[in-house]
């Protein structure tokens, strides 16, 4: 299984970005997440995707401004993220977890992308 982040940049401050990542190869799937991490952090949680029943959760710095989905085929994974601040700035990994764990915890999550920049600047 490989996952294939893309969709980051270099965008002002209120503005928005869509991530992708791509999922090949076949594994279950329980959940998939988006993480971020920047210069001198921990990775952190930002959202996550239960597949079967489409639950979203949020960090609560992403509630109300980042959206998590995925395409019908489940092939693919999304964040919309609008009103982006400085302290969005951060590399942004999608993670794949294949059984039940701690959504919150990065360790739990089985396959990682390679992360895409996100640099919002002021």
């Known amino acids: 299984v490989q996952l294939q982040a893309s969709g980051g940049g270099l965008v002002q401050v209120g503005g928005s970005l869509r991530l992708s990542c791509a999922k090949s190869?076949?594994?279950?799937?329980?959940?998939m997440g988006w993480f971020r991490q920047a210069p001198g952090k921990e990775r952190e949680f930002v959202a996550a995707l239960r597949w079967s029943s489409l639950t979203q959760t949020y960090a609560d710095s992403a509630k109300g401004r980042f959206a998590i989905s995925r395409d019908a085929a489940g092939n693919t994974v999304y964040l919309t993220m609008d009103n982006l601040k400085p302290e969005d700035t951060a590399v942004y990994y999608c993670a794949l977890e294949r059984t039940v764990g701690n959504l919150y915890d990065p360790s739990d999550y089985d396959y990682w992308g390679q992360g895409t920049q996100v640099t919002v600047s002021s």
């Open positions: 190869g076949r594994t279950s799937i329980y959940r």
